[in-house]
C-alpha cells in the first residue's frame, strides 16, 4: 500500500490488485457537526443521487448503468461515504461522475424524499424487532445524535428545511476530515493526476476533536414496548464497552465471537437455542462508533420464555466471567474471527472501504494487519478479564412483547 497527499491535502490510500479488472474508489467525509434535528444528514444521503447542475436524476441513473459504473453513498454514524466501482477503462469517467455527484448535488426533490422517507420509516416500525431495537438505541444513547433513531427521524421530519439540509452538505464539504482510497489494477502517478484534477475544489478539513460525548449507563435500565399482535418477544441487553482505539478492542471481537457472532458454534447458539430451544435467531454483537461502542446480546423467542432467555443469557455471561476458557475454544474464536475477516475483505471494494474506514479513524490504512496480531496475542485471561469488566449491571434492556407478558419484568 502507498499514502499519496493530494494537492488539496486530502491523504489517498492506494492498494494495487493487479490483473483486475474493475476500480474501486471510497471517498469518505466525516461528520464533524452534530445533526440538531434527527433525519437531516438521513435526507442528504438520500438526495445526492436526485440530480446535479448538469445530470438529471434519470440523466445520471442512465449513465451509470450505460458503463457499468456503480456509484452510491451511504450514510453512517460517524461519516458519509461514497462508493465508486467501474471497469478500468472506465475510471476517468467513474471519477468524473463521482466529483459532480459530490460537488454539484442539487438536492432536488427533497420535499418527495421525506414523504418517502416518513413511509417507509412508518412501514418499517411495523417490524417487531426494528421497533424494539428503536427502542433500544434511542435509551441508549439518549440525547445524543447516534440515538436518532426512526422514531425520532419522525418526530424532527416536518420541522426539517431545504436550508437544514443545504447547510449539512456545505458542511460536509467544507469542514470535513475526509479520506480517499483506491484498490484496482493501476500506475498510481496517473491515478493520483486523475484525482487531483476532478476533486481539486474539495479541501480537507483538519481533524477537530468533537466535543459530543455520548453520556454513560450509571444504572440498569429497562424498556418495554408493548405490541399485542407480535408472534415472538424481541429481546436486547446491551452495555458500553471501549471502542476501537482502545487495548481492550481484540479481546472483546474475540469474546463476542465466542458468545455469539460465530454461528452454529456460538455459545449463546449452542446453549439457548440447541439445547434449551428457546429461539431460532439468538446472537451477540460488537458494534464500533468513534465516540462508543456496544456489547449486546439478541434473542427473539416466544413471548412466554422472556424470563427464562434473560436468565439464559446471565448464566452464559457469567461462565465466561467465573470460568477460564479453554485453549481449545480461544483458539478456535481466533479462527473464526480471523477467517470470516479474509471472507469480507475479497473484492477491490471490500478492500477499499476497510482502507479507507482505518485511515478516516486515524488507525492507519494497514490496521487490518496490526488487528491480526492483537487477535493473535488474546489470552485467557483476557477474556475472563473484560467480560468481568465490561459485562456489569449497568446495562439497556429493551423487551418487546404483547402487553400480559411485560408485566413480570
Known sequence: MEKIILNNNI????????????HALCFYFKITEPEKKAGVYTLLNRLFLQGTKKRSAQ??????????????????????????????????????ILSDIIQ????????????????????????????AMNAFYSTVFKNHPYGHTYTN??????????????????????????????????????????LNKYFENIQNCAETEISNSVEDIEK??????????????????????????DKDYAPIMVM??????????????????????????????????????LFNVYIATEPKNIKTSLEGFKVELDKVKQIPVTEAELENAKNNLLG???????TNLQQASLIAYYEDKG?????????VDMVNSVTVEDIQRVANTYITDRYVLAVLAPQQFLKEL
Request: proline residues 2%; charged residues 30%; glycine residues 4%.
Open 11 to 22: 491523504p489517498l490510500v492506494l492498494k494495487e490488485n493487479t490483473n483486475t479488472p474493475r
Open 59 to 96: 440523466v445520471l441513473a442512465q449513465e451509470l448503468d450505460e458503463n457499468a459504473i456503480d456509484c452510491y453513498s451511504e450514510m453512517k454514524q460517524d461519516f458519509i461515504r461514497f462508493k465508486l466501482q467501474c471497469l478500468n477503462e472506465d475510471f476517468e469517467k467513474g471519477l468524473e
Open 104 to 131: 454539484n448535488s442539487t438536492l432536488e426533490d427533497f420535499e418527495k424524499e421525506v414523504i418517502k422517507l416518513k413511509g417507509e420509516i412508518q412501514a418499517e416500525l411495523d417490524e417487531p424487532k426494528t421497533l
Open 153 to 194: 427521524i419522525l418526530r424532527d421530519i416536518d420541522s426539517i428545511t431545504i436550508e437544514d439540509v443545504k447547510n449539512a452538505y456545505k458542511s460536509l464539504l467544507e469542514k470535513s476530515p475526509k479520506v480517499i482510497s483506491l484498490v484496482g489494477d493501476f500506475h498510481s502517478e496517473d491515478t493520483a493526476g486523475l
Open 220 to 245: 440498569a435500565q429497562t424498556v418495554k414496548v408493548a405490541k399485542d399482535d407480535a408472534s415472538q418477544a424481541q429481546i436486547i441487553q446491551g452495555w458500553r464497552v471501549p471502542t476501537i482505539f
Open 256 to 293: 463476542n465471537t465466542m458468545l455469539g457472532s460465530s454461528g452454529l458454534s456460538s455459545r449463546l447458539f449452542l446453549e439457548l437455542r440447541d439445547k434449551k430451544g428457546l429461539a431460532y435467531v439468538v446472537r451477540s454483537t460488537y458494534e464500533i462508533y468513534d465516540n462508543a461502542a
Open 340 to 346: 470470516k475477516r479474509q471472507f469480507f475483505t475479497e
Open 363 to 371: 488507525l492507519g490504512s494497514d490496521f487490518e494487519r496490526k488487528f
